[in-house]
């Protein structure tokens, strides 16, 4: 600097006589003198900057420390300047960024390493910052640039200076290590809460009471026991044991806890409510970094279910082996290799009659005779699953019997084996040949019911019968008699007999009713006896005079015989049966013939009481046409002499017959007019809805009727009014309609003229109900006025004048409503369809009781009350009665109102709104549906006098009656009845 004549600007140490280091900061440069040849002078300062240098140094050894303890943990350091919005940022930043040290990177940059959705997040937390000096705290993504997603933690605050921000300083932390950490302790915490096993953590210790605390548990933990992780944490697992927990398992635990070994064993737990349930669970213990042991990690899985499969099928083979020992047919098991018998039960030992130990050292062909053995053999070596077949079998004492086995391959004991059932089917074959007799017997017997219901004529069925039974049954004698009344004197009787019997026919003494055949008829059951019972019931008259001459019978079966109205004809005998005795089986088939021969006797009965009936019937239909003739006679007589069109169409609507008065009204002939001409003098305009309900009423044979015009021989149109009805034949098919017509052109030329003059009342009505209104508002609005002129300067009479006079105009207005309700009421169009009575009700309650809500009051309404109306009008009705029943009961302590239904003498219903208010005298009844009739002063309990009037008209409108029943003091019933399906007005 000083060869050159350069400034001098210089920092360096030196040593002090004292060996201390200072240091001296050096500033100096050279002047020129103005004198040639000289050497310039040089002037300059010496300052001591050591406490500057120290804290410089310390400054600079701070930062390389920052820099340093950044780099290990992954923060690095920013600010940004509010007035330049200059960045600053520390070597980790750009490490982060995955950027040299000192390349450009300006904040638009780094907002936009950020991923696209956290962008708008690092924007707005800044803007806030820069604004409002609010700080933030985030974790975000971001893409360095190599590409890599990180997950970073950025924080950072405003500096404020004079209340305004100078600039914005924060940190930038990778986490991503740690995002990964908590992501991956994330899932394991969900598979780990999700398992259907159940995962309870613990402290390591310690082991003896009150044992080690719990610190997890997992969902299925609180599925399992019904405790929450609230109530168990911090406590022992020992709260899950119980009575039946096992000890000896429970010390076998302990050890291995005590010897830090894993652990596993089944173990009965307690759930919450001390259900029990068991455990198989696997205890392991869990060390850290340093080997030391700090939890216990225990997996449990439910086996209750296993535990009681295990238990039930201990159970199932007990149940079994007792099963196969008590079980009523024979059952064994034998070796299929040496075919000897393993086991043998009960039934087959009292069965067979060998004993347990003799059975056991047997074969198989020791039951089986020798017969069979070489079938046997044959059958061993079937290696079937299943297999069945019938036997012969051979008992101890040596009888054969038929046997039924069926056997099926299992392991006993270790060795191949096969169980077999037999089952002793002697009875059963038995009876399977019993039951091919008994088909073969009903076959002979449905041949029987077809040769006795051939035969038309009485004789004839009763000798059919006796030959048939006889046959069926299989029998030498058989006998049908009728009986008349149980007189046996007029019996009828029809005798077969064998060839056995052939030559004693007319040894027989006719019955008079006091042998033991008659006891049959009077209590109308069946009887079967041998020889032996007959010869000795006191009844058995044998065979009379010839018991001398005529062989004695072998058995004897009788049944009744039957009417369709259940009292006896008579009966069937049988006697001396082919083979054997009489059986309960020939006494069913007996009485099956004697069922179908009573049908066949009285069908023989009713066909000759036909024959003899058909010759008075045709002399019956002869006197029957005649008058018929007279009859049709006299309706032609009648109907040419009635005012009215009187005609008559058949089925398909083509006319046959019309009346002098048709004649009359439009010309013409029967001819002119018959089939379906007669549509000609019908009004075009009404010709199509005349078709369409003749239509209707033929399909559904409904009457057939309306309002039509006729067009009249003098070129007048007339109003007629028609209505036919079907005549049914004796089948129940339509034979012809009959009809007539009635002339109603003058009805409608009235109903025309009281239509008009209804509309004219109804405008009358409205301009009276207008000029009324407008000097009631006058007197209202001026007396107001003068009520606020006067104010506070009233007096008390004055006051009351001015109430009195708006209280009249309120009810003179309420008065000109409810007179135009009850004209209205009388001329609005009805609208039927169904009604919710009981919705009504309801309503209408809640809104009274809205109103007085202090009042106590029993509101009883039934269900399900529907009537059919005009639901406008229906809703008149209710509110008049259920308000007279809320005002006149209003002086009670309870108002009780009830809406209910009765029935009449008819059936029909009859709907009723019942009171406890103050009721009336009975005498002035009649009054109560007249307007302005009150039987209540309007001190008492106020009102016009209207509603009862207006109600009574609504009711009558739908063809329905309105009446009360009442005393004073006792409250008040008002009935009325609206009709089950809809009324046309």
């Given at each position: 600097?000083?060869?050159?004549g ?129 700080p ?14 990180i ?5 950072g ?13 924060g ?13 991956h302790?994330?899932?394991?915490e ?99 970094a ?146 091919q ?27 059919e019968v ?13 006998i ?46 069946s ?37 369709r ?5 008579g ?136 309002i ?46 009281l ?29 107001r ?59 209408i ?34 509110e ?78 739908h ?10 003091g ?16």
């Open positions: 600097a000083v060869a050159a350069l400034p001098l600007d210089v920092e360096f140490r030196i040593v002090t006589a004292a060996g201390e280091l200072r240091w001296i900061h050096l500033v100096g440069r050279a002047h020129e003198d103005g004198q040639q040849g000289q050497a310039p002078r040089r002037s300059g300062v010496i300052q001591e900057i050591t406490d500057r240098k120290q804290a410089e140094l310390e400054i600079a050894r701070g930062t390389e420390l920052l820099n340093r303890t950044g780099e290990l943990a992954k923060i690095g350091g920013w600010e940004v300047q509010a007035d330049t919005m200059a960045p600053y940022w520390s070597q980790e930043i750009y490490r982060i960024h995955d950027m040299e040290p000192g390349a450009r990177l300006s904040i638009g940059h780094a907002i936009r390493s950020y991923a696209p959705e956290a962008q708008p997040i690092v924007r707005a937390a800044a803007e806030a910052a820069f604004l409002h000096g609010t933030w705290d985030l974790e975000l993504p971001l893409i360095t640039e190599k590409g890599r997603r997950w970073v933690r950025t924080r605050r405003a500096l404020l200076r004079d209340g305004k921000v100078v600039s914005l300083v940190v930038l932390q990778d986490i991503t290590e740690q995002h990964q950490a908590q992501e302790l994330r899932l394991l969900s598979c780990v809460a999700r398992l259907n096993d159940i995962v309870l953590i613990t402290e390591a210790g310690p082991i003896d009471a009150p044992g080690p605390r719990i610190v997890f548990v997992n969902d299925a933990f609180e599925r399992r026991t019904g405790y929450t992780r609230e109530e168990v944490l911090g406590r022992t697992p020992r709260l899950l044991q119980g009575p039946r927990t096992q000890r000896a398992e429970l010390e076998r635990i302990r050890a291995a806890l005590q010897s830090w070994q894993p652990v596993r064993a089944e173990l009965i737990n307690y759930t919450k409510d001390r259900q029990e349930f068991w455990l198989d669970l696997d205890i392991v213990p869990i060390a850290d340093k080997g030391r042991y700090t939890h216990w990690v225990a997996v449990e899985r439910d086996i209750t279910q296993r535990k009681r499969a295990e238990q039930a099928l201990v159970d199932s083979e007990q149940r079994y082996a007792a099963l196969f020992e008590m079980a009523p047919v024979p059952m064994w098991v034998y070796d299929v290799a040496t075919s000897r018998f393993l086991n043998v039960n009960k039934a087959a030992v009292d069965s067979y009659g060998y004993s347990v130990e003799e059975f056991l050292g047997m074969t198989l062909f020791d039951i089986r005779p020798e017969a069979e053995h070489a079938r046997l053999e044959r059958a061993l070596s079937d290696n079937s699953v299943e297999r069945k077949g019938s036997w012969q079998h051979r008992r101890k004492d040596g009888s054969i019997f038929s046997a039924h086995a069926v056997s099926r391959p299992i392991q006993y004991a270790g060795v191949p084996a096969r169980f077999v059932l037999a089952m002793d089917v002697t009875a059963q074959l038995k009876a399977e040949r019993d039951v007799e008994h088909l073969f017997t009903l076959q002979r017997a449905a041949d029987a019911a077809q040769a006795i219901t051939w035969h038309q004529t009485l004789e004839g069925t009763m000798h006796a030959e048939q039974a006889r046959g069926v049954v299989g029998a030498h004698q058989s049908v008699s009728l009986t008349v009344n149980s007189d046996w004197k007029q019996a009828i009787n029809a005798l077969s007999l064998s060839d056995k019997y052939a030559k004693y026919r007319d040894l027989v003494e006719p019955p008079d009713g006091t042998g033991i055949y008659a006891m049959v008829c009077q209590t109308n059951r009887m079967r006896m041998t020889q032996a019972e007959l010869e000795a019931h006191p009844r058995w008259r044998g065979f009379g005079s010839y018991a001398d001459k005529h062989p004695a019978m072998r058995g004897w079966l009788a049944v009744p015989l039957t009417g109205d259940g009292r006896n004809i009966l069937l005998q049988l006697s001396d049966k082919y083979e054997g005795e009489f059986t309960q089986q020939d006494e069913y088939v007996a009485l099956e013939l004697a069922q179908l021969a009573s049908i066949a006797i009285e069908n023989a009965r009713l066909l000759e009481e036909v024959s003899q009936l058909n010759t008075g019937l045709e002399r019956k239909v002869a006197e029957r046409t005649l008058e018929l003739e007279r009859q049709q006679a006299l309706f032609r007589g009648l109907a040419e002499q009635a005012p009215q069109v009187v005609w008559t169409i058949n089925p398909d609507g083509a006319a046959t017959y019309f009346n002098r008065a048709w004649f009359e009204l439009v010309g013409g002939k029967l001819e002119d007019w018959t089939g379906t001409q007669w549509f000609s003098v019908i009004h075009p305009e009404d010709l199509p809805e005349v078709k369409a309900t003749w239509e209707t009423a033929r399909a559904a044979q409904l009457p057939f009727m309306g039509r015009r006729v067009l009249a021989r003098d070129g007048s149109c007339h109003t007629m009014s028609y209505r036919a009805s079907p005549v049914i034949d004796e089948h129940g098919r339509v034979a012809f309609w009959v009809g007539i017509d009635a002339d109603i052109t003058e009805i409608k030329a009235i109903e025309a003229a239509r008009l003059s209804n509309h004219e009342l109804e405008a009358f009505s409205y301009s009276v109900s207008h000029d009324l209104r407008s000097p009631l508002n006058t007197v209202d609005g001026f007396s006025l003068l009520a606020k002129q006067l104010g506070a300067n009233a007096g008390d009479k004055v006051s009351h004048y001015l109430s009195r006079i708006q209280a009249g105009v309120a009810q003179m207005g309420q008065l000109i409503e409810d007179l135009l309700s009850l004209a209205q009421v009388s001329r609005a169009p009805l609208s039927n369809k169904s009604v919710d009575l009981s919705a009504l009700a309801h309503g309650m809640d809104d009274w009781q809205a109103r007085d809500p202090d009042r106590k009051a029993v509101i009883t309404i039934e269900k399900g009350l529907r009537a059919h109306g005009d639901a406008r009008l229906v809703r008149v009705v209710m008049n009665l259920l308000g007279n029943a809320w005002k006149f009961s209003s002086h009670e302590g309870v108002t009780e109102i009830t809406v209910g239904h009765t029935q009449d003498a008819a059936g029909l219903p009859v709907y009723f709104v019942r009171d406890n208010g103050a009721g009336f005298d009975m005498a002035y009844a009649d009054k109560l549906f007249n307007p302005f009739q009150r039987l209540h002063a309007a001190s008492e309990f106020p009102g016009t006098g209207i509603g009862l009037a207006t109600s009574s008209r609504v009711i009558k409108r063809g329905g009656r309105l009446w009360a029943e009442s005393s004073p006792h409250g008040a019933t008002f009935f009325f009845t609206l009709p089950k399906t809809p009324h046309t007005s």
